[in-house]
Structures are given as structure tokens and as C-alpha cells.
């Protein structure tokens, strides 16, 4: 009921929206980023005529269109009544969106909320309404489950990155000497279980998965595996920026340096808690589970769409409570290493 002291649906989204900064009206900030419809600019009066839970809007539901930083529509928000499911309608939204040349769309009762990237699967359940800057950045990603399985990765993967001429050295060419040249220049080579485990992962990508487990024993190389399978989702488009969690913080530091090792020349590593301002500008963003999980930080630090693959380093340890809330914020492709 609208004099109910309980925040309803549009009360809850008019939060969610403010607090991933989206604005209904001109202010300091800059100009509005939500409309009704292309290029007629909402009042406070017709947000106020839709009723605190859309009970005055016909079918008990508004599309709202956000707006790029061009003033371009390019996300629909699809906002229900509380007792309504989101995703009830959600071809309608599709299509709305489609008309619209808009990629993002977003439904939403006010308790339960999914976020639906157009060229990329099914809804997924998110807890935060992602920024602009966030679906900026996610515009550039064009994810591409078969040019991710054909992408051919072999034994020299990570080391064609470290030294694209090193078969050119007539050390790597001479059999008597190519393995110590291998060990001196520190060129790391996948072994045939590691390609294993990553072509599975691209089988897997192959028929549909976005979701993926390595379960690997202590010394068998996952920091080299996850470089190689970070180096694929790069190089194939099926991510921009990537989150690497770990459990400690020696593991923080020794990632840092491994992928700094292995992939520098094409890619930038750097650790979040050494680079809060500009983290932005790199490719592999790695941080403690722990650091991000405290308070709940992670909400106010990121949006659900700043990164397109997050990898859970020792992810036994990580399966339940707030860690657990950490790696499910993320929209994106999801990889375990246990």
C-alpha cells in the first residue's frame, strides 16, 4: 500500500539507481541519465504517478531507458511491482531493448534483480545496479563462446607471449641445449595435463558453459594455468578486464609477480590494495578475497559488470559466507581452482 511505512518496489529502485549513480533529473553531477522514452526527460511528477509500488501503471510495471554517456539509450529497466517475478515479461524487455539498439537490460522488483547482457546467455541474478562507467567498459567486451574454443592453445602459449622469437635462439633450436635455454630465459612451457585442463575449458565454453572448476593438486601449476586460460579470455575478446581472488596475502604477491612473469608483454597485472586509483587501466586486477569480503567492501568498490571473467584462486576455501558473496557478485565467467 502506498502509505505503508515499508520502502516499496520504486522507492528500492529509485535507491538501487541513485546509488550506482543514475539520475533522474540534472544536478551538479552532470545531466539526467533515465527517460521514459527516447528523448523526453522525466519529472518529478510522473515519478511520483507511477505509485511506491508501480500500482498506478498499466500491467503494474515501467520501462526505463539509461542512457550512455553520449546521452544514447543503451540499457532498458524493466521495474515491477513487488509481487511480481522480474523475469515475467522479459521477451517484452528483450524486445523493447532490441528497438531501442540497446544491449543491457535490467529487471527488477525491488527485492530481486537481474542483470541480462543481450549478446551474452540468460539473466543473472545481481545484488547492485552496475554504473554507466561499468557498462561503458562492458560495451567493449563481446563475448564468443566459439572463438574462444578455436582460439588454439598449445605447449608454447604463455611463452610465445614472454618471447614471440624465442624459437627463432639457435639454443632453443639445438636438442642438446633447448631445455636449458627453456630454464635460463625462464620461458614456461603448459604440459599435456595442463593443455588438458584448458581445452576441456574450452569444450566446455564450446556447448554453453560460463562456469568452470580446475581441480588441481598443490605444485601441478595453477598460477600457469590461469595465466594461460587469462591470456585466452584476452585474446579471444571473452573478457577486458579479469579479477584474480586469492585466500592470502603471500598468494596476493606471488600471483602478482607470476603474471607479471608471464604475461607483461601483452597484458597488465597489478595488485588492487597498491592501485586503487587507476586499477581501471589494467587487464588483471588481483586482491584478497578477505580484503574485499570485509564490510562488504566490494559493493561500494565495484560494480557487478567491471569485471567479464573473475578466477577463485584455492576456491574450496571460498565456497560459502561473505567470500562466497564476493566471487556470485560478478557478472561474468566464473573459474574455480581447488
Known amino acids: 500500500m502506498a502509505n505503508s511505512k515499508e520502502a516499496k518496489a520504486r522507492i528500492k529502485i529509485n535507491k538501487l539507481l541513485e546509488e550506482a549513480e543514475w539520475q533522474f533529473f540534472d544536478n551538479e553531477k552532470g545531466p539526467a541519465n533515465i527517460q ?13 504517478a507511477f505509485g511506491e509500488d508501480f500500482e498506478s501503471t498499466k500491467g503494474g510495471f515501467i520501462d526505463f531507458l539509461l542512457l550512455d554517456e553520449k546521452g544514447f539509450p ?3 529497466l ?6 511480481k517475478d522480474p523475469l515475467d515479461g522479459k521477451e517484452q524487455a528483450r524486445r523493447y531493448a532490441q528497438s531501442q539498439n540497446a544491449r543491457f537490460v535490467l529487471l527488477s522488483n525491488g527485492n530481486l534483480h537481474y542483470f541480462w547482457d543481450l549478446e551474452r546467455g540468460n539473466p543473472e541474478i545481481i545484488t547492485e545496479f552496475p554504473t554507466q562507467e561499468s557498462l561503458m567498459h562492458r560495451l567493449e567486451f563481446t563475448p564468443d563462446n566459439n572463438r574462444l574454443a578455436d582460439d588454439k592453445v598449445e605447449s608454447d602459449y604463455i611463452a610465445t607471449t614472454q618471447n614471440p622469437n624465442f624459437k627463432d635462439d639457435p639454443r632453443y633450436q ?29 569444450r566446455s565454453a564450446e556447448t554453453g558453459n560460463d562456469r568452470f572448476l580446475f ?4 605444485g601441478t601449476g595453477k598460477t600457469l594455468v590461469s595465466g594461460a586460460v587469462i591470456k585466452l579470455f584476452l585474446r579471444t575478446g571473452n573478457a577486458k578486464r579479469i579479477l584474480f581472488l586469492v585466500d592470502r596475502l603471500e598468494l596476493e604477491d606471488q600471483a602478482y609477480k607470476n603474471f607479471v612473469r608471464y604475461l607483461k608483454n601483452d597484458y597488465t597485472s597489478v595488485v588492487y590494495k597498491q592501485n586503487r586509483d587507476d586499477w581501471k587501466k589494467a587487464d588483471i586486477v588481483i586482491s584478497t578475497v578477505q580484503s574485499l569480503a570485509s564490510q562488504a567492501k566490494y ?3 565495484f560494480s557487478p559488470t567491471d569485471f567479464d571473467l573473475i578466477i577463485s584462486d584455492e ?3 571460498s565456497i560459502s559466507g561473505n567470500s562466497r558473496a564476493v566471487f556470485e557478485y560478478f557478472v561474468g565467467y566464473k573459474l574455480g581452482l581447488t
Open 36 to 48: 521514459l522514452e527516447p528523448n523526453v526527460k522525466i519529472t518529478k511528477k510522473d515519478i511520483d
Open 74 to 76: 543503451f540499457v532498458v
Open 78 to 83: 524493466e521495474a515491477k511491482k513487488e509481487e
Open 174 to 202: 639445438d636438442e642438446t641445449t633447448k631445455a636449458q635455454y627453456l630454464y635460463d630465459e625462464g620461458l614456461r612451457v603448459l604440459r599435456p595435463y595442463q593443455l588438458k585442463a584448458i581445452q576441456a575449458l574450452q
Open 215 to 218: 581441480e588441481m593438486a598443490t
Open 299 to 301: 559493493k561500494k568498490l
Open 315 to 317: 576456491a574450496h576455501r
